[in-house]
């Protein structure tokens, strides 16, 4: 019955891209390089945190964000670029150019990092920011010749390690965890930063300009990657960035949606056609709050958006360090986020320590489902989801000279295309053995095509899986399910939004497109949530004080497994 006679010719066929990526690559190697003038660009990817689709300002959003606008401004907007939902398997996909379940969903076996090929291919490798893989490993053991941040998933950003004299104990995620953190190939557990203006977002670019000051004019090209851990709770920002926002959500979600959409439709990042997806129903009717709640969830969204904020403001200091360097002509910018924002929390979010308001070192708060919607608009769902409010990510790319200025792109792109790209771009080798080990050839596409003003061509389908959601997307149709629920069919041209589910009217695609998932999950090693349990079902759910059923608190045990998803009432 199968499609494919055996894994080879699958991966071959799904590819589509294999004979692209892997033979020619030393003909690419000769020519080094995409511009044609022999000269490799340096290479800067810089990734966002459980941020929405819509937060920032050049994809709708009411955030400031100068920075990041402005490489939309003189570069290429991505409106259909997809992640894995969630923080293990995007990085995964991101750094090896494999589907997740390829490398051991984190674990990076049979896999080549984008750091070690690129550092066979003569760039410099550098890394700042949150590593976050199920391995044990640190970025020097993968590829990275300078690393400094976060080893796990998330963490307090003004003290990640243990309470400083004069200060309270830092608000925490599990109250006697330990984060692990690195420096080059030292380990710290714990980390404790001497400094009490210590800021995540700010520490990863301080070490980000230091990185760019030693290696920046040097003769090698560099690679550097810039893994912010914002916006992901906790909900911690600077006073100063707060009181810019505070007081402007008082009106609720409702209208900060449809200004957003509004925004959008004139940009032309979405289309028309596409219905806003109606508020959550989870999401309460905001008239029926009590000013106290519309208070706490104003300075909520308020944090939220300071965060993002301080994400511009450190991003427009790479870009003047760049520009100041005089390497901006030569040097490749990507920015994207590794989700979907998040519903973690239930409506109102939650609050670790309690008693303690959101916002400063000794708080440990999310930002809750509300706001969430807000920030995926206009799709439905969220992180770990793999409707299109979980899986959708903004991308912007910036190259001088390559890459037309204030251009947008409706090709279809995923997580899985960044590697090939970056090899294209650098002329570099994706191998075929690595560490005695076989490397499956890369699944997805370069798109430098696209960076140049064109197209794709027919990229052949794309698949998801994690924990219990599954999803597929060929051409204009994708389906989509979660747990055991049947498949849902949409047409994504006339329907990006998921709201009129075709599986009934055309059950042939829906079998047919289920037939190659099953496929691909066999191949690639996938969980078949439909098949039962994993790790992530069955697990504690709370209710809110309305009563209805919450997604569950963050795990006491890792963020790994908090899955932070509602499968069974979410529908
Ligand atoms: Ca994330």
Redesign the pocket.
């Known amino acids: 019955m199968a499609r494919f006679a055996n894994r080879r010719e699958f991966i071959k066929i799904v590819a589509g891209a294999t004979a692209t990526v892997s033979l020619p690559f030393a003909l690419r190697a000769a020519k080094a390089g995409a511009t044609g003038d022999g000269k490799r660009p340096n290479i800067v990817l810089m990734m966002a945190?459980?941020m929405g689709y819509s937060d920032l300002g050049c994809y709708g959003g009411e955030i400031q964000t100068p920075n990041v606008n402005s490489l939309a401004q003189r570069g290429l907007r991505f409106t259909h670029f997809y992640n894995n939902a969630?923080?293990v398997p995007?990085r995964a996909s991101l750094l090896t150019g494999l589907y997740s379940q390829q490398s051991g969903e984190g674990r990076y076996r049979n896999c080549v990092t984008i750091a070690e090929a690129l550092k066979a291919a003569g760039y410099r490798t550098l890394m700042v920011g949150k590593w976050h893989t199920s391995a044990g490993s640190i970025p020097t053991e993968r590829g990275f010749d300078r690393s400094y941040g976060l080893v796990a998933g998330c963490c307090n950003y003004f003290n990640p390690g243990e309470q400083r004299p004069g200060e309270p104990a830092p608000g925490r995620k599990v109250v006697d965890g330990v984060i692990k953190w690195a420096i080059d190939d030292k380990v710290f557990r714990p980390y404790t930063p001497e400094d009490r203006k210590f800021y995540t977002t700010d520490a990863f670019t301080d070490n980000a300009l230091k990185y760019l000051d030693q290696y920046g004019r040097a003769t090698e090209p560099f690679f550097l990657y810039v893994a912010f851990n914002a916006p992901?709770y906790p909900l911690h920002a600077w006073p100063e960035d707060v009181a810019k926002y505070r007081g402007k959500y008082m009106d609720g979600p409702d209208p900060v949606r449809k200004a957003r959409l509004e925004r959008q439709l004139a940009m032309g990042i979405i289309e028309k056609q596409w219905a806003l997806s109606p508020r959550d129903d989870r999401s309460p009717d905001w008239s029926t709050l009590d000013a106290a709640r519309k208070d706490d969830e104003d300075l909520r969204m308020s944090i939220y958006a300071a965060q993002i904020d301080r994400v511009d403001q450190n991003v427009g200091r790479i870009l003047a360090k760049i520009k100041e360097l005089g390497i901006e002509e030569n040097t490749l910018i990507m920015f994207l986020s590794?989700?979907g924002a998040t519903s973690e929390g239930g409506p109102f979010g939650f609050n670790m320590v309690e008693g303690v308001k959101p916002g400063g070192l000794d708080s440990y708060a999310s930002y809750g489902l509300i706001w969430g919607n807000a920030s995926n608009t206009p799709f439905r769902k969220y992180?770990s989801y793999n409707h299109e409010g979980g899986i959708s990510t903004p991308l912007i790319a910036r190259w001088p000279g390559v890459i037309k200025p204030n251009t947008m792109t409706r090709e279809v792109g995923h997580l899985i295309d960044v590697m090939p790209t970056l090899l294209d771009v650098a002329g570099g080798k994706y191998p075929t053995t690595f560490k005695n080990e076989t490397i499956p050839p890369m699944q997805g596409k370069s798109l430098v095509p696209v960076l140049k003003g064109g197209t794709l061509g027919d990229r052949g389908p794309l698949f998801w899986q994690h924990s219990s959601e599954k999803a597929m997307r060929e051409g204009k149709w994708k389906i989509v399910a979660m747990g055991q629920a049947p498949w849902e069919l949409y047409d994504m041209e006339a329907d990006r939004t998921e709201l009129r589910d075709l599986a009934k009217q055309d059950s042939e695609r829906v079998t047919r497109m289920a037939a190659m998932w099953d496929e691909w999950a066999k191949c690639v090693g996938a969980h078949d949530p439909a098949k039962g349990s994993d790790k992530h079902r069955g697990r504690k759910q709370s209710k809110d004080a309305g009563g209805k059923t919450n997604p569950p608190a963050p795990s006491r045990t890792g963020d790994k497994k908090n899955d932070g998803s509602n499968k069974k009432s979410d529908k």
Do not use: G, V
Request: one cysteine or more.
């Open positions: 945190d459980d969630k923080c995007t992901h590794d989700n992180k």
